[in-house]
């Protein structure tokens, strides 16, 4: 066999991690929010390393980070992304990534490879402006107008003012040659504690789920908290926290087995002590990998509300904000990863949905594309104590690899 001159090291895998990490560090975690200092830093850390896989680095005019090669034979895409959750984990990302430039690092200057990893950073997986602007992008799925209208969720930035502020205005946004790649492979935490609780080292992800988004309102009658009579008031608040309660009553009965459901966050206007609340609103999200059952739940959500608008005191409207479709992952994909999991793992591994959304589905629409999870300790992610043990870091990045080598040569 050819000497491969650049052989996989997980301690240099760990260093880059731990680099990261030290970039808009938060107690054990990160902050790094989309288009913060700390994130425009990472994208530049990243950009000054890709030459050392032999690619070419570019950040686009929508921040993500694309590193391309010029050797010959099969390409296969492979990232994630490197801003974080508000004061949260250090490896929500970043680990995708850094296990994609160890690929490259190992197989571009392989000369048994015929072909080359190239690595992606996709932009706002984290939804600050949007929800997976960078990955959309690059697949043709985000308009001009959708950026001129897209605000940081948290300060009411313009996306159009932070590309500015990053220095990367006036630059093009990337988009996928065709035929180009021969898929897009993704790591991830878990996320979860599946995993971690069957000592499990590798899950291989078969599906990602669907999220539907609502915006439920609540419309009673403000007034006084010490005079108006409890017989007459129409109190939004109360509404709300009732048909929080109905939907949790009647859900289950119609749900699948990985259905899950969340009220995210409750407000109530005006918002004072003394003031009955005229108005209440609820972020609600579903999330399930079958359409159909989507569907049905949210034709039981709206029966809810029309319901409780037809009894009084209060009506409700439910507005549909966000649909994101499910992705099925690429069974011969799934299986390589299988395959080396058996090899280098031990046969620890176990095929699994995903139950949060990851920009590997926005890629699916272009391409094949797969994931593989490492277990999460405890299961906690959007936490600043999200972690990972280093020994099960190195061993899915290894799996990692040599699936990218897989994918490369068969």
Known sequence: MPEINNPFDGSRVLADLNALRAIGTY???????????????????????LPEAGLTATIDGIGNVLGTSAKAGSKLLAGSHLESQNHAGWLDGPLGVIYALEAARVLNSDPSVNGAVEVAAWCDEEGHFGHFLGSRSYVGAVTDAEIDAARDRGSDRTMRQALRDAGLADRPRLQAEPRRHIGYLEAHIEQGDTLESGDLKIGVVTSIVGIWQYRITFTGAQNHAGTTRMAIRRDAGLALARFCVAIDDSFPALCGPRTVWTTGRITLDPGAPSIIPGRAEMLFQIRDDDPAMIARLEEHLRRLAADVTAQGPCGVEVERIRTGAPAMMNGAFQDAIEAVSTAVAGGRSVRMPSGAGHDAQILATIMPAAMLFVPSIGGISHHWSENTEDADIVTGAQVFVETCRRLLTQ
Do not use: D, M, N
């Open 27 to 49: 107690k054990t975690g990160v902050h790094r929010p989309t288009f913060s200092e700390p994130h425009v830093h990472s994208l530049h850390w990243l950009a000054q390393r």
